[in-house]
């Protein structure tokens, strides 16, 4: 069964104070690792899809990178503006995706 | 395009009552999905459609649970009898069939409350 670990729970953070979170996880032949944003009242949105480990990609102050076994969203210089929770999914085959609980994150001024 | 759809963004019931959601997803996008999601579980799969076809119904927890999509362009969520542990933010989300980037996009919710 496909298992996806995030962590911290909660991450509470000053303007400018740079971090990572976590996401753990556990699938027979990974066909993508998702990372998603999501705000208060609103739908999960789409930030990155990684493929393979070694891959990195970028979006303004966020950079999600990947390994065999976890994924990072490192969070650079971070705003007000980037509170929200932040979820991460994997696709394994030609399976759906399984999400993790996410990584409720706050940026204080 | 304005995305995925959902109708109604809140509702509230009474146990017993008949409740459906509704949702419209981005034209052109092949799979449709709906979600459930909790503090306590997350985000659930509970059903997904490839071209109106149910395709994977494992996630829908009880046959009070059912959903149709009678069109490319509209799917339905119904829970009938609705109970209290039935609270929580339905999700529906489209996918285009872009083999390896199936990326989703979801809709903005319905917050269900069953009182």
């Known amino acids: 069964e496909d298992q996806v670990t995030q962590s911290p729970e909660a991450l509470r953070l000053q303007e400018g104070e740079s971090s990572s979170l976590n996401c753990s996880y556990t699938?027979?032949?990974?066909?993508?690792l998702f990372w998603y944003r999501q705000d208060p009242g609103k739908g999960p949105e789409f930030l990155f899809t990684?493929?393979?480990a070694g891959e990195e990609k970028e979006k303004e102050r966020l950079k999600a990178t990947l390994t065999k076994k976890e994924s990072f969203l490192h969070i650079t210089a971070p705003k007000p503006e980037d509170s929200a929770t932040y979820l991460c999914a994997v696709r394994a085959g030609y399976s759906t995706l399984t999400f993790g609980k996410g990584t409720m994150l706050l940026v204080s001024p | 395009d304005a995305g995925v759809i959902q109708s109604p963004r809140h509702e509230v019931t009474e146990m017993g009552q008949e409740v459906t959601l509704r949702c419209k997803p981005i034209?052109?996008?092949?799979?449709l999905f709906w979600y459930r999601q909790t503090m306590m579980r997350g985000l659930e799969l509970l059903i997904y459609?490839?071209?109106?076809?149910?395709?994977?119904d494992s996630g829908m927890p009880e046959d009070r649970f059912s959903a149709k999509m009678p069109n490319a362009s509209f799917s339905t969520l119904k829970i009938q009898p609705s109970e209290p542990r039935d609270s929580a933010v339905y999700f529906c989300a489209s996918s285009p069939l872009l083999l390896g980037q199936e990326t989703q996009y979801f809709g903005p919710g319905t917050r269900l409350l069953v009182l």
């Open positions: 459609f490839n071209n109106n076809v149910p395709i994977d």
């Open positions: 990684l493929y393979s």
């Open positions: 699938v027979s032949g990974l066909r993508g």
């Open positions: 034209s052109g996008h092949d799979y």
